[in-house]
């Protein structure tokens, strides 16, 4: 096993460090590679065969060969980097290489948010992708665009077996009991921490905070001043994004949104203005005000965070569970200035809730503007990367959590969690906790635009010294604004 004892680099090593492997400098438009490697300038590929405009979809149909027996050449738009693109790269190419009758073609887009604003362009007449890897926070949008091949479709069409995939994975993208996307890989949050602080200040490394109000008595031991009485670190690093308001409400079991959180009908109000959120808002201005807690801002990069506990100004930070290969390669750099120890555990919630987490995940769709044929091989690449062994390889090489069950009894991931027990740590967390309309989040058409209006009353509370129930009350007004307008537009 590895020693965890790891030194990361000086402030600029280390920005360059995180950057590269953590990928977090992606900016928009980017380049794509074929999964061998091959650029695509622009950052898409157009994908092989006639492309049918958005709104007149293809149906799936009993899986043929293309007419010409010739390869059928299809395209996937994803968002990753990093560790996790050498792993989906890798996988493709290892896909590309075991048969002849399909070609995956993987196409960078940008941030999350950049490839939905591209498809959503594409929708009006561009060229789309034959397959579209996207986080959770667009379900219900794309299942609105009326552009989206069901998997359901293929599925009862050969009747394929569902029974090793994850219950809570497959309830995700399940609406009207049909799955409309294939759930690729989870995710939970987790509380990242050098273990080496906790032992300074007496802290037992072995048990982390459980909730926020242990967080914050941890981070009054934590927190360090120079002889001038100049801050030189905080308990937490923390960042402007409403997904932080998203972990609270899923780990206290509450709700997000009305309707079981739009899972039983479309969600009309939003409801994470209640007791639970207000709570944690008042707390997260307080941490910020109190120098508890450091405020890095909006994060563009998703790498800030890190990078603070990086270079030793924090001792603490909340992240994805998708970032854990990427950190420990960077942690395994061997670099020189502050030693991190690194440990992992179920990121904190408000005192009184579940202790485990909520769920996040990457899923798969297809496209009905595809051809017949590039569906059905869109369809055989899914079916592969579902398999317990691609499963475990994904796992080992990024940090996703498999929706394969029999995956974790694999070697990769029996190594992985070997050599890195903050992997096991993950997956436990995951394996654990309940399948619920509040622990499986919110569908919400317009969930960008929601999380946009939560940020910006964020940034008024601890930039500007808003009142923090004030903040969370106007996020909700705005957002419930903008949730009937969304409806109305699609009734």
Same mark, same amino acid.
């Given at each position: 096993m590895s020693s965890w004892r790891r030194v990361v680099c000086q402030a600029g090593a280390l920005l360059m460090a995180f950057s590269l492997l953590l990928g977090l400098t992606a900016c928009g438009g980017g380049g794509g590679d074929d999964g061998d490697g091959t650029a695509t300038p622009g950052g898409s590929v157009t994908p092989a065969g006639s492309v049918t405009p958005a709104g007149s979809p293809t149906p799936a149909g009993s899986p043929t060969p293309a007419a010409s027996g010739e390869t059928v050449e299809i395209s $996937?738009?994803?968002?990753? /980097? %990093?560790?996790?693109? *050498?792993? #989906? =790269? %890798?996988?493709t190419r290892r896909f590309n290489s075991s048969q002849s009758e399909v070609k995956v073609k993987l196409a960078y887009q940008g941030t999350e948010a950049e490839e939905m604003t591209k498809l959503v362009a594409s929708l009006g007449g561009g060229q789309l992708p034959d397959i579209v890897y996207m986080n959770e926070a667009s379900t219900q949008r794309l299942i609105d665009s009326g552009a989206i091949a069901p998997v359901q479709d293929f599925i009862d069409q050969e009747s394929y077996d569902l029974s090793d995939l994850d219950k809570k @994975? /497959? %309830? !995700? !993208?399940?609406?009207? *009991?049909k799955l409309w996307a294939m759930p690729f890989g989870m995710i939970v949050p987790l509380l990242y921490y050098n273990k080496i602080p906790f032992r300074e200040v007496g802290l037992d490394p072995e048990k982390p905070p459980k909730d926020t109000e242990e967080l914050r008595q941890a981070s009054e031991k934590l927190v360090k001043r120079d002889s001038n009485g100049n801050l030189t670190r905080t308990g937490l690093a923390i960042d402007i994004t409403a997904w932080h308001l998203d972990l609270v409400l899923q780990e206290h079991g509450d709700l997000y949104a009305d309707?079981?959180?739009?899972?039983?009908?479309?969600a009309t109000e939003a409801l994470f203005n209640g007791p639970t959120g207000q709570a944690f808002f008042q707390w997260w201005r307080d941490m910020v005000k109190d120098d508890l807690a450091i405020?890095?801002?909006?994060?563009?990069?998703?790498?800030?965070t890190?990078? @603070?506990?990086?270079?030793?100004?924090? @001792? $603490?930070?909340?992240g994805s569970s998708s970032a854990l290969r990427s950190v420990v390669d960077v942690l395994e750099g061997g670099l020189a200035q502050t030693e991190v120890e690194l440990g992992v555990a179920n990121q904190p919630g408000v005192p009184g809730g579940t202790g485990l987490p909520g769920v996040y995940s990457r899923a798969l769709w297809i496209m009905n503007s595809s051809p017949k044929e590039e569906q059905e091989a869109a369809w055989k690449f899914i079916k592969w990367l579902m398999e317990p062994e691609q499963q475990a390889e994904w796992y080992a090489g990024s940090g996703f959590l498999p929706v394969s069950i029999s995956a974790y009894e694999l070697p990769a991931a029996k190594e992985i969690e070997a050599e890195y027990p903050q992997f096991k740590v993950a997956a436990e967390l995951y394996l654990a906790t309940s399948s619920s309309p509040a622990t499986l989040?919110? #569908?919400?058409?317009?969930? +960008?635009? /929601?999380?946009?209006? #939560?940020? &910006? =009353?964020?940034?008024?509370? +601890? #930039?500007? *010294? &808003? *009142?923090?129930?004030?903040a969370i009350n106007d996020a909700a007004k705005d957002s419930n604004e903008i949730i009937a307008e969304y409806n109305r537009r699609i009734e």
């Amino acid at each position: 096993m590895s020693s965890w004892r790891r030194v990361v680099c000086q402030a600029g090593a280390l920005l360059m460090a995180f950057s590269l492997l953590l990928g977090l400098t992606a900016c928009g438009g980017g380049g794509g590679d074929d999964g061998d490697g091959t650029a695509t300038p622009g950052g898409s590929v157009t994908p092989a065969g006639s492309v049918t405009p958005a709104g007149s979809p293809t149906p799936a149909g009993s899986p043929t060969p293309a007419a010409s027996g010739e390869t059928v050449e299809i395209s $996937m738009w994803h968002s990753e /980097v %990093a560790a996790n693109l *050498d792993t #989906i =790269q %890798a996988l493709t190419r290892r896909f590309n290489s075991s048969q002849s009758e399909v070609k995956v073609k993987l196409a960078y887009q940008g941030t999350e948010a950049e490839e939905m604003t591209k498809l959503v362009a594409s929708l009006g007449g561009g060229q789309l992708p034959d397959i579209v890897y996207m986080n959770e926070a667009s379900t219900q949008r794309l299942i609105d665009s009326g552009a989206i091949a069901p998997v359901q479709d293929f599925i009862d069409q050969e009747s394929y077996d569902l029974s090793d995939l994850d219950k809570k @994975a /497959v %309830a !995700y !993208y399940t609406l009207d *009991d049909k799955l409309w996307a294939m759930p690729f890989g989870m995710i939970v949050p987790l509380l990242y921490y050098n273990k080496i602080p906790f032992r300074e200040v007496g802290l037992d490394p072995e048990k982390p905070p459980k909730d926020t109000e242990e967080l914050r008595q941890a981070s009054e031991k934590l927190v360090k001043r120079d002889s001038n009485g100049n801050l030189t670190r905080t308990g937490l690093a923390i960042d402007i994004t409403a997904w932080h308001l998203d972990l609270v409400l899923q780990e206290h079991g509450d709700l997000y949104a009305d309707n079981e959180n739009g899972r039983d009908g479309r969600a009309t109000e939003a409801l994470f203005n209640g007791p639970t959120g207000q709570a944690f808002f008042q707390w997260w201005r307080d941490m910020v005000k109190d120098d508890l807690a450091i405020n890095v801002g909006r994060n563009l990069t998703n790498a800030d965070t890190f990078l @603070a506990m990086g270079a030793g100004r924090t @001792a $603490m930070t909340v992240g994805s569970s998708s970032a854990l290969r990427s950190v420990v390669d960077v942690l395994e750099g061997g670099l020189a200035q502050t030693e991190v120890e690194l440990g992992v555990a179920n990121q904190p919630g408000v005192p009184g809730g579940t202790g485990l987490p909520g769920v996040y995940s990457r899923a798969l769709w297809i496209m009905n503007s595809s051809p017949k044929e590039e569906q059905e091989a869109a369809w055989k690449f899914i079916k592969w990367l579902m398999e317990p062994e691609q499963q475990a390889e994904w796992y080992a090489g990024s940090g996703f959590l498999p929706v394969s069950i029999s995956a974790y009894e694999l070697p990769a991931a029996k190594e992985i969690e070997a050599e890195y027990p903050q992997f096991k740590v993950a997956a436990e967390l995951y394996l654990a906790t309940s399948s619920s309309p509040a622990t499986l989040g919110p #569908i919400l058409g317009p969930q +960008l635009d /929601v999380s946009e209006f #939560i940020n &910006k =009353q964020i940034e008024e509370m +601890l #930039i500007g *010294d &808003k *009142d923090p129930i004030d903040a969370i009350n106007d996020a909700a007004k705005d957002s419930n604004e903008i949730i009937a307008e969304y409806n109305r537009r699609i009734e």
